[in-house]
């Protein structure tokens, strides 16, 4: 990301802040009388024109004014103070919304939001709590037929999975008590995000045996060391987005229609794009998928004992991200809390 000086930065927040509220390309004229910018149209012209070329503001064919890029949101979102507190209305609106849900989760999430939604005027999103960091401890292998076996996987919040493989030739009992001790020396004790990552390192040298268990296994580490089978998935606002102008273009309603149905991949989006620390942004092409790239995420997890589920807010990139961001993280730390009692 290029350097900005101050007037450059302050030109560009008042851009971004004119072009949120109004949803119109901002011309030099307009940002001189509505955001008491101090320098002359002609010095906020030649700002613009700098803007535009280090690919912080883009320039629409059918307007003389600018709008932000994904590098300009994205800019313009660092300078932002994730940690600012909401109203005390608000947080007791969010807190009295919420603990009587404590004991339905299900419940809770609906609300949850639906408070997101609301306050934000965006489409809110809550995830269930899921194993994402949930430590394997014991990989079991069983004989079911001469090419069939049976994989058991074991975790420590008391989960397990069962898969049926497929095997290249029968294999005898020992061989199969070999390579689940192999497999066990080599995962055991690690987190399922830490397997996915580097199974295939991690068990490289066991790829020769002669089942291909464990070569299938590696080929596979996305879908065998998933335990998200049961992840639920809550909307709310979904009117809310859909009357936004950036989706009175068909092509862009077209996009948001797909991403909201195609449920798996935008949990999938969430959680990759998800801070397990705290408050995450993307914004537009940073998510790196076509129907997307008119989207911003503003994501959360928040903790029910050792899973984690998230929430999110998805808006247009013209979305208020200081309001998001404080939504969301204290929306976060509440449920947390709320499931803690």
Avoid: W
């Avoid at 509505?34 to 629409?60: C, Q, W």
């Avoid at 004989?143 to 999975?161: I, R, W, Y």
């Amino acid at each position: 990301m290029n350097e900005l000086n101050k007037r450059e930065e302050n030109i560009l927040k008042a851009i971004i802040g004119e072009f949120i509220s109004s949803a119109l390309p901002v011309g030099s004229n307009t940002l001189k009388k509505r955001r008491n910018i101090k320098f002359s149209p002609a010095t906020i012209r030649h700002v613009m024109n700098d803007l535009e070329e280090t690919g912080y503001l883009s320039h629409p064919h059918t307007s003389a004014g600018r709008v932000p890029t994904s590098k300009g949101y994205r800019f313009f979102v660092d300078l932002l103070d994730p940690g600012k507190e909401l109203s005390l209305r608000e947080q007791e609106e969010i807190s009295d919304s919420l603990r009587p849900y404590a004991v339905d989760i299900e419940s809770l999430l609906s609300t949850a939001s639906r408070l997101l939604g609301e306050f934000t005027s965006d489409l809110g999103i809550a995830i269930a709590p899921f194993i994402l960091e949930g430590e394997l401890t014991r990989i079991n292998l069983f004989s079911v037929s001469s090419q069939t076996v049976m994989l058991v996987l074991q975790l420590n919040e008391g989960f397990a999975k069962t898969i049926v493989l497929e095997i290249r030739s029968t294999i005898p009992t020992e061989a199969l008590d070999v390579i689940s001790t192999k497999l066990n020396e080599k995962l055991s004790g690690l987190s399922l995000r830490e397997i996915r990552k580097s199974i295939s390192m991690r068990c490289s040298d066991l790829t020769n045996e002669s089942s291909g268990i464990v070569r299938m296994l590696i080929d596979s580490a996305d879908r065998v060391f998933d335990f998200s089978e049961n992840e639920k998935i809550t909307f709310s606002g979904s009117a809310n987005i859909m009357s936004k102008p950036e989706f009175a273009d068909p092509k862009r309603m077209k996009s948001l229609l797909s991403v909201i149905e195609n449920e798996k991949n935008l949990i999938k989006r969430i959680q990759e794009s998800s801070n397990k620390k705290g408050v995450s942004v993307l914004i537009g092409d940073e998510l790196d998928d076509p129907d997307m790239s008119e989207l911003s995420f503003v994501t959360s997890p928040y903790n029910f004992g050792n899973q984690v589920g998230i929430i999110a807010v998805v808006g247009p990139l013209r979305m208020h991200y200081e309001k998001a961001m404080t939504i969301v993280v204290h929306t976060a730390n509440t449920l947390s809390q709320t499931l803690s009692n």
